[in-house]
Structures are given as structure tokens and as C-alpha cells.
């Protein structure tokens, strides 16, 4: 049997991991008795000129920093040593990037925050002695079984020009430097960076794990690079619909692509994530990480319910206020998302619309005083009373006196095709990202914008069950059946199809030109809410199903139809029909809560 290879007193056990400029092994250390990672750079990049030096150098600053959430570096290979090393803590729990990839459903975003939270304390840390990391990614972070965040592999790092005069990027052999898809633009460009290039990479990991996907893809390198160069990512919201705006924001202004307009320090972008971290009632970062990652499906439908518990509250507040209303939406709209049949939410949607309501009723009363004060009360009155502009019976004002003819009016947006019962909020638009194809209507709902290019490529026949609302790329087109045919331009189309009885379909349709393509969707039904106000004592039954108590804390989902509710109170039995909704919330009270009938 072969001894172990060493490296001083290490002993290499077996590789864990490799990359670009290393191999990372599990070894054991013979003198402090205790088992490390040690990273071996690959040996052609000590023949870099001074790489060797500067390497130890920079290795020994990062060894130097004492914080939590930095991954600790024990040692660097001596001078005298053929091989560049340096040893770390041996984290066995494994890499952000490993749990991401464990995670099967779309992560809650609150998890985007008690990651930000970590990294911006070790990232700080470094900023402040000069270190700029350059290579953050989901895999240079550790993730240990405690739940903490650790900032790992400075092995890219440089010192910026206060701690080194000759501070130039370590390259790998006059290759980028870093991981492309978390580059910063200056990177790209190989401009000057500084710490705001970290907080660039960071940017894109929270919007990773916000949307479920990466802001400039992971294709071809070019096609990455090119994306970065010029901020070519879809807006969050876009993706991730109901994201907080103000989490949104804070990601989103990490990707800016002029490095004055992100935060300007690690501690800045922490402090916004810190207001929402109160917000969410999220104490220990860590904590919270580790028991939403350790939790069975039980525990974590008890971590989400304490979040929609602030989110309803948040709401709430603003609504009493009449602060805000966008926001309260925002705020219940992502309760909803989390927990569907939420009935306090859902009471605040409705509130949230009647604010919403009355706003419009406010704004449209100011209009009509300011269309009198400019127009003159007359020519108010005559539209009101229905007189056409031109049509000049006895006492009408000339021609040229006329209110100007309007524009027809444009469609609604996506966005606010919704009932009073669940508005949305529209996403913001940010003038830097690509356009959506251009989208026409073949068959569309009187008055909607009909066809304006009579060359459209391509054909796409749609059929719906039930019927649904239509939007392609954002853009309202109709309601099915009325709507049939879509002409689109060749290309990737987002279809949205809605129907307040059914879940949101999304559906993505590539479409080559001259191509005719049909589609047939069936929606999934939702299911109906029904609360039961149970008198105590009551057991409850719902066609045959016994009910537990806790059960009917929150509204019962119910299959749409008919149903039959009994309420056993002693030994007498009442029963009550009612009429179970898709996606609807009723209500039904015991017979046993009347006073004379009460036990």
C-alpha cells in the first residue's frame, strides 16, 4: 500500500473538489491532529512571474481577517515548498451552490436575504482590509451545518493599491478571472475594479435565488459576456412576480451597470437587507438558514406560515394607514404565493382593492376639475349630456373650439386585467432591458388593438379549457374563445393564460417563420375555500370526512360542488348544503351558534 502523498505536515487524503487554478483535497494535519481542506494551485502558475510571491502575500492578508464569515485559511505553503498551498477549515456540510442544487421547489426569498446578510459581514470585513474577493459564486460559499455563510477561495483575490502598489488581478495564464456568469462588467472589460464589483457577483446570486435562474444566462461564453457588457437581464419582477419591490430594488441595483449606481459598500447594501430581515422577523440569519435546510415538509410549512404572519401584519399596517397600497398588495399578493388559501389575506386583497377603488374615484374627480377649470364647464356638461364634438346645433361652440379628439385607448396591461378580489402589481419597467418580440393579434375581443403587421410569420391556434385571459410577453390580447389565433413573430413568446377559478398557466412557445402551431391547455382548477365557524363542541364532518379542531383555524379546501357539512354538538346533528367555488371563499356558520340552539 502506497504512503499518502504530504505536504509538510499534511497529509492528502482524497480530492474533493477542482477548478481552474486548483485541486482541493481532504487531508489531515499532523501536528494539530485534525482534519483541513488544502487547495494545491495548479503548477504552471507559479512559472506567472511573481505569481508565487504575491500569491503567499495575499494568502497571508486573507489569514489575517478574523470574522465569522470568512472561510479561516490556517496555513500557506513555504517558500521553500515546490507546490503552492494553503490549507482551510474542512467545511463536510458542502457549498451554497450544493444546496441549491438539492432544493427541488422555488426557494422562499427571505432565504436570498439570510444569505445576502452573511456574505455582506465577511465580504465588509475584506472590503475594509483592502481585499476584493472576484470570484463570488455560489460555490465559494460554505455553507456549515450551523447554518452559517462563509466567504471562501480568495485565491483570485488582489489587493487593492492601498495595501500594494504593484496590485494588478492574478490571471490565469492571460485568461478572465472569475466564474463568467457572476462577473462584473469592469471585469468583463478589464477595467479597474474595486468593492463594488463584489457586490455586483453577489447581485446576481440573491437573483438567482429570487428567480430560480440566472440573470445572463450560462450559455455560450460570448453570448454571457456580451449580456453583462451592456446589463441585458429581464427585470426581476418579471420573473419572480411576486418578489418584495424593495428586496427587488436592492438586487436590482447590484447589476447596475455604472459601479456608482449599486451600493457603495458592503455595510450600505447590508443595512437595506437588515430593514427587511426586521421586517420578516428573521433574529439569526443563520438560524433561520439552518432550519429551513434541516426542516422535514412539516417544519417547513410552519417556517413559511411565520412569514406570511409579518407579511399579513406589514400589510395590514400600511392599510390602516393609508399608506402605500402598491406595496400592501405587493405584500399580500406574495403571502397568497406562499400560502394560496391564506383567509386573512385574502381579506386584505379585498381591502387593498377598495382602497385601490377609491383612489381611482379621487384621481378621476381631480381630473374632471381640472378638465373644467381648463375646458370651460360647457363643454364638460355637452360631453356629458352625449354631444358629439362637431356636430354644431344652436348654441355649440365653433369647431376650432372643440376639445381635442382622444386617442383610442391602448389595452389594459397584463398587469391590471385582474377582479377587485386580486389585484396585482404591474412590475416595474427598466429602460435598459431588450424589448419583448413584437406580439399581434389575428381574432381579437372588440376593442381590443387589432393586427397592425398583415406579414406576421407565424400562426399559433389556441384553445383553452376553461377560458382564460391571454397575455403574450406581458402584453393583455383577450380572452379565449373569442381569441383563437395569435399571430407572432419568429422567436421565444411567454404566454400567461388566467381564469379566477384556475391556477396560473405559463407557457413558453417557439415559433419559426411561416409556422402554424396549435395548442390545447387545460387550466388545473383551484380548489374551493370554505370557512367553518364550529361552536364549541361541534364535530364537524365534510361529505363523510371528520374535521380536527386546528383544522378549521384556517378555511378548508374543498373540491368544487356541491357539499354536505354536519355538525355533531352531543347527541343532535345538524346538516347544512352549500355550494363549494373553484377558487372562491365561503362561509358557513354552525346551526349550534344560535343562542337557543346553543349546548
Given at each position: 500500500m502506497s504512503e499518502p502523498r504530504r505536504l509538510g505536515r499534511y497529509e492528502l487524503k482524497e480530492e474533493i473538489g477542482a477548478g481552474a487554478s486548483a485541486r482541493v483535497y481532504r487531508a489531515y494535519d499532523t501536528e494539530l491532529k485534525r482534519e483541513v481542506a488544502v487547495k494545491v494551485l495548479h503548477p504552471h502558475l507559479r512559472r506567472e512571474g511573481s505569481f508565487a510571491a504575491r500569491f503567499r502575500?495575499?494568502?497571508?492578508?486573507?489569514?489575517?481577517?478574523?470574522?465569522?464569515?470568512?472561510?479561516?485559511?490556517?496555513?500557506?505553503?513555504?517558500?521553500?515548498?515546490?507546490?503552492?498551498?494553503?490549507?482551510?477549515?474542512?467545511?463536510?456540510?458542502?457549498?451554497?451552490?450544493?444546496?441549491?442544487?438539492?432544493?427541488?421547489?422555488?426557494?422562499?426569498?427571505?432565504?436570498?436575504?439570510?444569505?445576502?446578510?452573511?456574505?455582506?459581514?465577511?465580504?465588509?470585513?475584506?472590503?475594509?482590509?483592502?481585499?476584493?474577493?472576484?470570484?463570488?459564486?455560489?460555490?465559494?460559499?460554505?455553507l456549515t451545518a450551523e447554518g452559517h455563510v462563509e466567504v471562501a477561495d480568495f485565491g483570485v483575490?488582489?489587493?487593492?493599491?492601498?495595501?500594494?502598489?504593484?496590485?494588478?488581478?492574478?490571471?490565469?495564464?492571460?485568461?478572465l478571472v472569475g466564474s463568467p456568469s457572476y462577473m462584473s462588467p469592469e471585469q468583463v472589460e478589464g477595467g479597474a475594479i474595486d468593492a463594488r464589483s463584489d457586490l455586483f457577483s453577489l447581485?446576481?446570486?440573491?437573483?438567482?435565488?429570487?428567480?430560480?435562474?440566472?440573470?445572463?444566462?450560462?450559455?455560450?461564453?460570448?453570448?454571457?459576456?456580451?449580456?453583462?457588457?451592456?446589463?441585458?437581464?429581464?427585470?426581476?419582477?418579471?420573473?419572480?412576480?411576486?418578489?418584495?419591490?424593495?428586496?427587488?430594488?436592492?438586487?436590482?441595483?447590484?447589476?447596475?451597470?455604472?459601479?456608482?449606481?449599486?451600493?457603495?459598500?458592503?455595510?450600505?447594501?447590508?443595512?437595506?437587507?437588515?430593514?427587511?430581515?426586521?421586517?420578516?422577523?428573521?433574529?439569526?440569519?443563520?438560524?433561520?438558514?439552518?432550519?429551513?435546510?434541516?426542516?422535514?415538509?412539516?417544519?417547513?410549512?410552519?417556517?413559511?406560515?411565520?412569514?406570511?404572519?409579518?407579511?399579513?401584519?406589514?400589510?395590514?399596517?400600511?392599510?390602516?394607514?393609508?399608506?402605500?397600497?402598491t406595496l400592501a398588495i405587493s405584500l399580500v399578493n406574495r403571502a397568497l404565493d406562499i400560502q394560496p388559501f391564506h383567509f386573512e389575506a385574502y381579506r386584505l386583497l379585498q381591502a387593498t382593492g377598495e382602497q385601490q377603488r377609491s383612489r381611482a374615484a379621487l384621481i378621476a374627480g381631480v381630473l374632471l376639475a381640472v378638465t373644467v377649470s381648463v375646458l370651460g364647464g360647457w363643454q364638460v356638461v355637452q360631453y356629458l349630456d352625449g354631444h358629439k364634438p362637431g356636430d354644431n346645433r344652436p348654441g355649440d361652440a365653433p369647431p376650432e373650439l372643440e376639445a381635442p379628439r382622444q386617442a383610442p385607448a391602448e389595452p389594459e396591461a397584463a398587469g391590471e386585467r385582474e377582479t377587485k378580489s386580486a389585484p396585482k402589481v404591474p412590475p416595474p419597467r427598466r429602460t435598459r432591458s431588450p424589448a419583448p418580440p413584437p406580439t399581434e393579434q389575428a381574432t381579437a375581443m372588440p376593442g381590443t388593438r387589432p393586427a397592425v403587421d398583415p406579414v406576421a410569420d407565424g400562426r399559433l391556434v389556441l384553445t383553452t379549457r376553461p377560458w382564460a385571459e391571454v397575455s403574450v410577453n406581458g402584453e393583455a390580447v383577450g380572452k379565449t374563445p373569442l381569441v383563437r389565433e395569435l399571430r407572432l413573430r419568429p422567436g421565444s413568446h411567454t404566454l400567461r393564460l388566467r381564469n379566477p377559478q384556475t391556477r396560473l398557466v405559463e407557457l413558453e412557445v417557439d415559433i419559426a417563420p411561416g409556422e402554424t402551431l396549435e395548442r390545447v391547455v387545460d387550466l388545473p382548477v383551484l380548489p374551493a375555500l370554505l370557512e367553518i365557524v364550529a361552536a364549541p363542541g361541534d364535530e364537524v364532518t365534510v361529505d363523510g370526512t371528520a374535521l380536527a379542531p386546528e383544522t378549521l383555524r384556517e378555511p378548508v379546501e374543498l373540491e368544487h360542488g356541491t357539499r354536505e357539512v354536519h355538525f355533531r354538538n352531543g347527541d343532535e346533528v345538524r346538516t347544512l348544503t352549500v355550494d363549494a367555488m373553484a377558487g372562491r371563499l365561503g362561509r358557513i356558520e354552525s346551526p349550534f351558534l344560535a343562542g337557543e340552539n346553543r349546548r
Amino acid at each position: 500500500m502506497s504512503e499518502p502523498r504530504r505536504l509538510g505536515r499534511y497529509e492528502l487524503k482524497e480530492e474533493i473538489g477542482a477548478g481552474a487554478s486548483a485541486r482541493v483535497y481532504r487531508a489531515y494535519d499532523t501536528e494539530l491532529k485534525r482534519e483541513v481542506a488544502v487547495k494545491v494551485l495548479h503548477p504552471h502558475l507559479r512559472r506567472e512571474g511573481s505569481f508565487a510571491a504575491r500569491f503567499r502575500r495575499e494568502a497571508q492578508a486573507v489569514a489575517a481577517l478574523q470574522n465569522p464569515h470568512i472561510l479561516p485559511v490556517y496555513d500557506v505553503a513555504p517558500e521553500s515548498s515546490e507546490e503552492l498551498y494553503f490549507v482551510t477549515e474542512l467545511v463536510e456540510t458542502g457549498t451554497v451552490a450544493d444546496w441549491l442544487d438539492r432544493e427541488q421547489d422555488p426557494l422562499p426569498h427571505e432565504l436570498a436575504v439570510c444569505v445576502g446578510l452573511q456574505v455582506l459581514r465577511g465580504l465588509a470585513a475584506a472590503h475594509r482590509e483592502g481585499i476584493i474577493h472576484r470570484d463570488l459564486k455560489p460555490e465559494n460559499l460554505m455553507l456549515t451545518a450551523e447554518g452559517h455563510v462563509e466567504v471562501a477561495d480568495f485565491g483570485v483575490a488582489h489587493l487593492d493599491a492601498r495595501l500594494d502598489e504593484d496590485a494588478q488581478p492574478l490571471t490565469l495564464s492571460g485568461n478572465l478571472v472569475g466564474s463568467p456568469s457572476y462577473m462584473s462588467p469592469e471585469q468583463v472589460e478589464g477595467g479597474a475594479i474595486d468593492a463594488r464589483s463584489d457586490l455586483f457577483s453577489l447581485g446576481v446570486i440573491l437573483y438567482r435565488m429570487v428567480a430560480g435562474r440566472l440573470p445572463f444566462g450560462d450559455g455560450p461564453l460570448m453570448q454571457t459576456l456580451k449580456r453583462i457588457a451592456t446589463g441585458a437581464y429581464e427585470d426581476l419582477a418579471g420573473v419572480a412576480p411576486t418578489v418584495d419591490p424593495r428586496l427587488a430594488a436592492v438586487i436590482e441595483s447590484c447589476l447596475s451597470l455604472n459601479a456608482d449606481e449599486r451600493p457603495q459598500s458592503a455595510e450600505e447594501m447590508r443595512t437595506s437587507l437588515l430593514e427587511l430581515a426586521r421586517l420578516r422577523e428573521i433574529g439569526d440569519p443563520a438560524e433561520s438558514l439552518r432550519t429551513w435546510r434541516d426542516a422535514d415538509e412539516e417544519g417547513r410549512k410552519q417556517w413559511k406560515y411565520r412569514v406570511v404572519t409579518t407579511l399579513v401584519e406589514e400589510a395590514r399596517g400600511l392599510l390602516e394607514k393609508k399608506q402605500d397600497p402598491t406595496l400592501a398588495i405587493s405584500l399580500v399578493n406574495r403571502a397568497l404565493d406562499i400560502q394560496p388559501f391564506h383567509f386573512e389575506a385574502y381579506r386584505l386583497l379585498q381591502a387593498t382593492g377598495e382602497q385601490q377603488r377609491s383612489r381611482a374615484a379621487l384621481i378621476a374627480g381631480v381630473l374632471l376639475a381640472v378638465t373644467v377649470s381648463v375646458l370651460g364647464g360647457w363643454q364638460v356638461v355637452q360631453y356629458l349630456d352625449g354631444h358629439k364634438p362637431g356636430d354644431n346645433r344652436p348654441g355649440d361652440a365653433p369647431p376650432e373650439l372643440e376639445a381635442p379628439r382622444q386617442a383610442p385607448a391602448e389595452p389594459e396591461a397584463a398587469g391590471e386585467r385582474e377582479t377587485k378580489s386580486a389585484p396585482k402589481v404591474p412590475p416595474p419597467r427598466r429602460t435598459r432591458s431588450p424589448a419583448p418580440p413584437p406580439t399581434e393579434q389575428a381574432t381579437a375581443m372588440p376593442g381590443t388593438r387589432p393586427a397592425v403587421d398583415p406579414v406576421a410569420d407565424g400562426r399559433l391556434v389556441l384553445t383553452t379549457r376553461p377560458w382564460a385571459e391571454v397575455s403574450v410577453n406581458g402584453e393583455a390580447v383577450g380572452k379565449t374563445p373569442l381569441v383563437r389565433e395569435l399571430r407572432l413573430r419568429p422567436g421565444s413568446h411567454t404566454l400567461r393564460l388566467r381564469n379566477p377559478q384556475t391556477r396560473l398557466v405559463e407557457l413558453e412557445v417557439d415559433i419559426a417563420p411561416g409556422e402554424t402551431l396549435e395548442r390545447v391547455v387545460d387550466l388545473p382548477v383551484l380548489p374551493a375555500l370554505l370557512e367553518i365557524v364550529a361552536a364549541p363542541g361541534d364535530e364537524v364532518t365534510v361529505d363523510g370526512t371528520a374535521l380536527a379542531p386546528e383544522t378549521l383555524r384556517e378555511p378548508v379546501e374543498l373540491e368544487h360542488g356541491t357539499r354536505e357539512v354536519h355538525f355533531r354538538n352531543g347527541d343532535e346533528v345538524r346538516t347544512l348544503t352549500v355550494d363549494a367555488m373553484a377558487g372562491r371563499l365561503g362561509r358557513i356558520e354552525s346551526p349550534f351558534l344560535a343562542g337557543e340552539n346553543r349546548r
